[in-house]
């Protein structure tokens, strides 16, 4: 185990450099800088311009921003933000793990709905509930989850007028959050977190539902499974030891993608919660191209692709003994 994860950790040296390297310079291919909306404000002087541009480092050449830039992320560093006046990493830490909250709890409601849901339909294979979860997956499949979000919204809106329940639908916490006490600032952050983690989990669902079903009566009509009902084994272990354990082995490898997806937030759904998360400040980043904290966000990302893949490595291997990690 200690060579594989030494041996990894060499190799995601270049491929480090290489991500960072590449995502300096797609951003500087953009027209403009940060300084831009300022030289179009005629009441800013040309030489508060220059000031400006000293000040952030917007006067050197690309190369010498990217060198420094890299020197300084070596040491913990990813440079300061130009928007907020604060390190990259002041910033994006606390919005990294209120995106990982939501992400986390959609996750535990992703598996919990749809390997159930998969196994049922591969074992119940063109029953009536096996139709009928099908047509609710296809009708699923066909709604973005932010548009999804805006239909439940809805119906909750409707449903708040109706009855009187509070039932938030935006933000992370109440307005008297502070005056709560520590198990009940939990409780008031779940309550906000359980409406759009539930819409991001049926949303994504829909796909993985689908394909453990798929994979499950591919493993079932194997000469294994065969062999070993004709033994005598149970059909709980049939199902659940012999076929599911092998399914799942294309879902294992691709975990790896999903700590990077975790920690990218969960999209165009924090903004339509108005939730405080990853999603709202990178496009604002992005709308006043504050090059430092884009370029920071998306390393970070690039560093947790590196570490998600190692993991599924690592599962796969745990989860299917023809793999060695060594």
Do not use: C
């Not at 800088?33 to 690309?62: C, H, V, Y």
């Not at 919005?95 to 390997?115: G, W």
């Amino acid at each position: 185990m200690i060579p594989f994860l030494l041996r990894r950790l060499v190799q995601s040296i270049p491929t480090l450099l290489l991500a960072s390297l590449l995502i300096f310079f797609v951003i500087q291919l953009a027209p403009g800088d940060f300084l831009t909306p300022a030289k179009l404000n005629p009441n800013i002087s040309s030489e508060q311009l220059a000031a400006l541009e000293r000040n952030f480092g917007l006067d050197r050449p690309a190369w010498q921003q990217y060198l420094f830039w890299m020197g300084n992320m070596f040491q913990g560093n990813f440079g300061l933000s130009f928007q907020y006046q604060q390190p990259v990493l002041d910033i994006i830490w606390p919005r990294i793990l209120n995106s990982l909250y939501l992400a986390l709890m959609s996750l535990i409601l992703f598996y919990s709905i749809a390997i159930p849901l998969g196994v049922y339909g591969a074992v119940r294979q063109n029953s009536p509930g096996d139709n009928a979860v099908n047509i609710v997956l296809y009708f699923l499949l066909g709604f973005p989850s932010f548009f999804l979000a805006l239909i439940v919204i809805y119906f909750i809106l409707q449903l708040r007028n109706a009855t009187g329940l509070d039932i938030p639908i935006g933000g992370m916490t109440s307005n008297n959050f502070e005056e709560l006490s520590p198990f009940g600032q939990l409780l008031d952050i779940l309550k906000h977190l359980i409406i759009p983690a539930l819409v991001l989990a049926i949303s994504d669902a829909a796909g993985l539902t689908r394909v453990i079903r798929g994979q499950m009566l591919e493993v079932m009509r194997s000469d294994y499974v065969r062999t070993a009902r004709a033994k005598g084994v149970s059909e709980h272990t049939a199902i659940w030891k012999h076929t599911f354990r092998n399914a799942i082995l294309p879902i294992v490898a691709g975990i790896g993608s999903l700590l990077p997806a975790l920690i990218s937030g969960v999209g165009f759904l924090e903004v339509v919660f108005a939730y405080p998360g990853i999603t709202p400040m990178l496009l604002t980043a992005i709308g006043t191209q504050d090059l430092y904290l884009i370029a920071g966000f998306t390393v970070i990302t690039t560093v947790l692709l590196i570490i998600g893949n190692v993991i599924s490595d690592i599962l796969l291997a745990v989860v299917d003994p023809r793999v060695k990690v060594s």
